[in-house]
């Protein structure tokens, strides 16, 4: 297994300053560092040049995480905007595969933040699985993974639970479209996670972990870590193993997130670093023993 977190732990803004960002998640001793799509989408190629030496030099690899806009929707019932959809992924695919990213995540069938104004699920699953086998050719050719992610039902009405994301992708039936699980998403909807991850067996490509507040793993134990690394270990898992902490209130982060007090207990940036050093090694030793 690999180790890595979200980008946005250390700020309350989506924009960052990769270069710094990569050379700080190295030095605490993650594997990877998952980045934005959208940020992906917008790098010159230089910049993604950039960003891939700084990655070769400092062992850490990019996985790229995409929160799509309503424009990029895969489920809507407009045509237009679902074929913007898959021209906005192919592109980001074409960049991932510039940077050597292997892993594109997230809720890449439909938007988000969602906002229920449609919650035709049965035509949502139709239109954007249409797209995903059609994305899913480009995957295939560039060597890339799309792991669907399963939200919680405040998040989306598609993907809830890891009982319908088998059934999904198993309609979707591309080698390169697989399952994204969240603990934090998990531990509202599943009967019992643990189970859930070793349902995904094999249709795992991706992990995001978290406490059920969105804290690092281990700082306040809502969930049994040495269970997920037991689940983990009995399914083979040797991929990627993702912290998604959000701990600080405020700006665009904190809104999209919900953060509407401080998780941090008022942390310095040196604090915030041990925190997710701290999480780091704990997280490693439930997962590898
Ligand atoms: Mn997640």
């Known amino acids: 297994m690999k180790f890595g977190t979200g980008y946005a732990y250390w700020g309350t803004e989506w924009k960052c300053d990769y270069i710094a960002l990569t050379n700080k998640v190295a030095d605490i001793g993650f594997d990877i560092l998952e980045i934005g799509a959208d940020h992906l989408y917008h790098m010159s190629d230089e910049e993604i040049t950039q960003l891939k030496e700084i990655g070769a030099e400092r062992n850490i690899e990019f996985t790229t995480n995409s929160g799509p806009s309503k424009d990029n929707d895969f489920a809507s019932a407009d045509p237009a905007v679902r074929e913007h ?7 980001i695919l074409y960049n991932m595969k510039k940077l050597g990213s292997k892993s594109l995540v997230g809720a890449i069938y439909s938007f988000w ?3 229920f104004a449609d919650t035709d699920k049965e035509a949502a699953w139709e239109r954007s699985i249409a797209c995903l ?5 480009t995957a295939e050719e560039l060597d890339i993974e799309c792991a669907l992610e399963v939200l919680n039902r405040n998040e989306t009405y598609i993907l809830t639970d890891c009982a ?4 999904y992708v198993g309609k979707v039936g591309s080698t390169h479209i697989n399952i994204l699980l969240d603990t934090y998403h998990m531990n509202i909807e599943e009967d019992n996670m643990y189970e859930a991850i070793r349902k995904a067996g094999n249709l795992l490509g991706h992990l995001h972990v978290g406490e059920c507040n969105r804290k690092l793993p281990g700082m306040n134990n809502t969930i049994n870590w040495p269970e997920i690394g037991k689940a983990l270990r009995d399914i083979n898992y040797k991929k990627a193993v993702v912290m998604e902490p959000f701990m600080l209130k405020g700006g665009q982060v904190g809104h999209d997130i919900r953060v509407w007090r401080d998780l941090s207990n008022n942390a310095t940036p040196e604090q915030m670093d041990q925190y997710i050093a701290d999480s780091l090694v704990y997280l490693k030793k439930c997962c590898l023993s």
Request: aromatic share 10%; hydrophobic share 30%; charged share 40%.
């Open 85 to 91: 959809g898959l021209e906005y992924f192919k592109t």
């Open 113 to 115: 933040p969602a906002d």
């Open 133 to 137: 086998k059609e994305l899913g050719k």
């Open 164 to 167: 319908e994301a088998i059934e």
